[in-house]
């Protein structure tokens, strides 16, 4: 029961789109955010876009996981902690669901971004004993049909 492998291949090297920041989040400046979504996962819980920013300082609320890779630029990330943590091109992040944090951008930034819906905890629980038992009785494939592999 398989499904079709529809390999997307892509280069960050697109043209994006201005995206507004959602009212209240600028703090600083004039910050001009824009995105181009690179791929989709079939069952839309996952995503891959590229994103970029000129300077300013605001906020960021995570409504999903996201983990980014900085491709260009630099970015000051203080967290809800308060801690600060500098970013530059090669660097890495995770932000979980339900995280804050507070971007101050100095010129500009560009990151390519690895987004994630989480399950629900108790989908996330059946979607594991699920796996398990497909590799406990040697089914193949320990894909999951919830997030559509066979």
């Known amino acids: 029961m398989g499904l079709s492998s529809?390999?997307?291949?892509?280069?960050v090297k697109v043209d994006l789109e201005v995206r507004p920041f959602v009212p209240g989040w600028v703090l600083e400046g004039n910050p001009v955010s824009r995105n181009c979504t690179l791929?989709?996962?079939?069952?839309?819980?996952?995503?891959?876009?590229v994103w970029?920013?000129?300077a300013g300082r605001f906020n960021w609320f995570?409504?999903?996981d996201e983990s980014l890779y900085i491709l260009e630029g630099s970015v000051v990330i203080k967290d809800e902690a308060g801690a600060i943590h500098t970013l530059?091109?090669?660097?890495?992040?995770f932000f979980p669901l339900g995280a804050r944090a507070e971007w101050t951008v100095a010129t500009y930034?560009?990151?390519i971004a690895f987004c994630r819906n989480p399950l629900p905890p108790p989908i996330h629980f059946?979607?594991?004993?699920?796996?398990?038992?497909?590799?406990i009785f040697g089914l193949g494939s320990t894909g999951s049909p919830l997030l559509g592999a066979s």
């Open 52 to 54: 970029d920013c000129t």
């Open 6 to 11: 529809d390999i997307q291949f892509g280069n």
């Open 88 to 93: 530059s091109a090669g660097d890495t992040i």
């Open 39 to 49: 791929s989709s996962s079939r069952d839309g819980l996952a995503s891959t876009m």
């Open 62 to 64: 995570y409504s999903f």
């Open 126 to 135: 059946v979607n594991r004993v699920y796996g398990r038992l497909r590799r």
């Open 109 to 111: 930034v560009r990151k």
